[in-house]
């Protein structure tokens, strides 16, 4: 696994799975996170009632932290890789199933977990009472990651932009967010002019980049890679965010 040595960065995957019900999509899933050496897990779109969280639990995931509900719609999970030294102290998980907080300590250092699933139509107010949720920002690292349903730049994010287009309500709210507490999309800071995608939408033939990560500036320092892996299983991509969380940060 990636931190099973000590110069190896911490890898987080966020990965839209379009639900994991069946027990051989569950499998496949499960084989290529491991294949991917996953060190923090942010799922969505589990489709899983609370009573079947058990179907999280694997041999080398240690904690499992989801949304808790009795219908299958949406469900997001956070799942850490035995090993990791994460000491949860608060959690925060919305009753539509639709973002998980975890606040809590990592190598020592104060950090925030969230992991979203953000409605496929444009929700600005979803956003607003979202980011009202998380924690303390100033005294915490934040590693945001999901299925966002939204992109930063219409411009670079879509495969096919109106050359008027504009971004979404909600694309503006989280844009102001990350600029007044100086938060990063990683991905972007290291490909600031490039297009690659995670999600190809038949019913509009296109694809666009709707997942993705956001750091705090002094997370992003630490950054070693962000990378898209390939479009395997469920529709999206995988994202993948290796860390050095070993430096002073």
């Known amino acids: 696994m990636a931190s099973s040595q000590s110069h190896l960065p911490l890898r987080f995957i966020s990965w839209n799975v379009k639900g994991i019900n069946n027990p051989v999509k569950r499998t496949r899933v499960f084989t290529h996170l491991k ?8 799922l969505q779109e589990t489709h899983l009632r609370s009573s079947e969280q058990i179907k999280l639990k694997k041999p080398w995931i240690s904690q499992i932290f989801s949304s808790k509900f009795e219908d299958r719609s949406r469900g997001v999970a956070i799942l850490i890789r035995k090993g990791i030294p994460f000491i949860p102290l608060s959690t925060v998980a919305d009753t ?14 104060q950090v925030i977990l969230a992991n979203v699933y953000g409605p496929n139509w444009d929700d600005p107010n979803f956003y607003c009472t979202f980011l009202k949720h998380l924690p303390d920002l100033t005294e915490s690292h934040l590693i945001l990651g999901g299925d966002f349903n939204c992109v930063l730049n219409p411009q670079l994010d879509r495969s096919n932009p109106k050359p008027d287009s504009k971004i979404s309500k909600a694309g503006n709210v989280l844009k102001s967010f990350m600029q007044s507490y100086a938060f990063f999309d990683p991905w972007r800071d290291k490909n600031p ?15 666009s980049r709707i997942d993705f990560f956001v750091v705090d500036n002094r997370i992003l ?15 999206h991509s995988p994202v993948q965010l290796d860390v050095n969380f070993y430096e002073r940060c």
């Open 193 to 207: 002019a490039s297009k690659q995608f995670s999600f190809f939408s038949p019913v509009h033939r296109s694809y």
């Open 35 to 42: 294949s991917l050496r996953s060190d923090v897990v942010y």
């Open 221 to 235: 320092p630490k950054v070693l890679d962000c990378q898209y892996n390939s479009i395997v299983i469920s529709d």
């Open 96 to 109: 539509r199933r639709r973002y998980i907080i975890i606040q809590g300590r990592l190598y020592g250092k």
